[in-house]
């Protein structure tokens, strides 16, 4: 069998975990040359199979080889000549000197020191600074004034960078990336595909990239889509389409009940703030914003990536300690008057990539979305009525089988739509969903959106930030768009 020019193959690989198959007989050869996109539903084993190809996963048959390594049994070797590095799930980000942050650290942090640097966090991959190679990346990057900065007080694209670095310095062969454009703008995604586009031009580097995508790098020339665990399609030619048929599916009767019978105690302002800003030391990270939502509404909230849109939400998810400063009433009362955080977060269904980030605990699918009803993450016998619905939002979605599953064992995609449901499942008078379909195929983002369309009420209000207007449910009727101001646009 001739080996030229082949980088990796996959022969006949079979991966298991807890004895199911979550990866089935994949053939596949990477040559040189060739750039990849992996392609598929949600759930369909992409990520699974970029960590088996980085030995993540045990091959339970058939063969993976990598015939360009000099030592093929020298895992330190085939550990820096093939990378893989994600912008989703990144559990591992704040692992070692900082592995006790919470959620809410991610923004008391600005008020405080001796967190790791960017530096400390490159270090911990073997970043040299006296490395001229390793020093042209951080340059190329544009990370190099950052490197003295607290890795938690980076913006989210100074973070992605950052990511993208500490596998780049090592000069891997392959790079996998997965799920790259979560929660990038327009802007940053196109700006992405040219960094990619530049890098592969001056770099002998394969790239594979996994997720869902609007537009691809140009230098990707191979497509392998998978289904279920299984190769559906690959080659230089295929072309996945991204139509996706208008979701019929009913709502499940308890689910349509449940939601629809909610009447708000709350009138008049659900949330109003006047002269809001917030600063990091003598810069504000944007304008003084003036902003009324009424009870019933359902508003998008814009901006380009580092505008602050996360920022303004966790004032009013009560997270961020500058929000006493500033004039924020929520459900009549201001911020700061009396209420507890708890009283506060008791009135409010959240979700956010950044508690993805910070979620350290491996609770079943189940758990994690009951653990919904009690805005701490606890284990807890949810009432027979609620269950209920949980189970028919399981079978919805099409998620019954995985109910039982560890966080762990879940894909990133059902990872989100289990934090997704979870926001929901308190039937909260205010729900704020923060890119909350990252990761997530069309198909379930098509029918998320016709469950909040279908079942939420008059009665709910509702906050959506995302950077595809396609993914924004039908009853969102208002826009709130935070300007670009010189500091947020250094912080994309």
């Not at 006949?12 to 979550?22: A, G, L, M, S």
């Not at 598929?40 to 063969?63: D, E, F, Q």
Request: hydrophobic residues 40%; contains cysteine.
């Amino acid at each position: 069998m001739i080996m030229d020019n082949i980088l990796v193959r996959f022969d006949q690989v079979t991966v298991k975990f807890q004895d199911e198959i979550i990866l089935n007989n994949i053939n596949w050869d990477i040559h040189e040359g060739s750039h990849w996109a992996v392609l598929g539903p949600m759930n369909a084993g992409k990520t699974i199979l970029g960590r088996t190809l980085c030995g993540h996963y045990y091959v339970n048959s058939g063969k993976l080889v990598f015939p360009f390594l000099p030592d093929k049994e020298n895992l330190k070797i085939r550990n820096q000549q093939v990378k893989m590095v994600s912008f989703t799930d990144q559990t591992n980000l704040f692992a070692g000197v900082n592995a006790d942050h919470y959620y809410q650290q991610r923004y008391n942090a600005f008020d405080s020191d001796g967190h790791m640097t960017a530096l400390d966090y490159l270090k911990h991959h073997d970043f040299d600074p006296t490395n001229s190679i390793q020093m042209a990346v951080i340059e190329k990057l544009e990370l190099k004034d950052l490197l003295c900065l607290e890795r938690i007080k980076l913006s989210s694209g100074q973070t992605r960078k950052l990511i993208l670095a500490s596998a780049l310095i090592e000069e891997p062969t392959i790079l996998w990336i997965d799920n790259p454009h979560a929660g990038l703008d327009a802007s940053s995604r196109e700006h992405f595909n040219l960094l990619i586009d530049q890098w592969v031009r001056h770099e002998s580097i394969t790239i594979i990239l996994s997720g869902h995508f609007d537009a691809l790098p140009t230098c990707i020339n191979h497509f392998l889509y998978l289904e279920e665990g299984k190769t559906k399609s690959i080659g230089p030619d295929f072309i996945p389409s991204s139509t996706v048929r208008p979701n019929s599916s009913p709502i499940p009767s308890h689910v349509k009940e449940y939601f629809t019978r909610f009447e708000s105690e709350y009138s008049g302002p659900i949330i109003s703030m006047n002269n809001v800003s917030i600063k990091y030391a003598d810069t504000n990270i944007f304008k003084p914003i003036a902003w009324e939502v009424m009870s019933g509404e359902k508003w998008a909230l814009v901006g380009s990536n580092g505008s602050g849109k996360s920022t303004l939400l966790s004032c009013i998810y009560a997270d961020h300690p500058q929000v006493y400063s500033n004039e924020i009433m929520l459900f009549g009362n201001r911020r700061g008057s009396g209420e507890s955080i708890w009283e506060v977060k008791s009135k409010i269904g959240f979700t956010s990539p950044e508690i993805q980030t910070y979620y350290r605990y491996n609770f079943s699918a189940w758990d994690l979305v009951i653990s919904g009803l009690w805005d701490r993450f606890v284990v807890k016998q949810a009432p027979p009525e609620i269950e209920k619905v949980v189970f028919q939002l399981f079978e919805y979605f099409g998620i019954t089988a995985h109910k039982t599953k560890k966080y762990k064992q879940l894909s990133t995609g059902m990872q989100r739509l289990c934090f997704f449901l979870r926001a929901l499942i308190k039937n909260p008078p205010l729900l704020l969903f923060d890119e909350p379909y990252q990761a997530m195929d069309d198909l379930t983002i098509t029918k998320a959106n016709h469950l909040l369309d279908k079942v939420l009420t008059v009665n709910h209000t509702v906050i959506f930030i995302s950077h595809f207007r396609h993914h924004l449910p039908g009853i969102v009727k208002h826009v709130f768009s935070i300007p670009q101001t010189k500091l947020n646009k250094a912080r994309n």
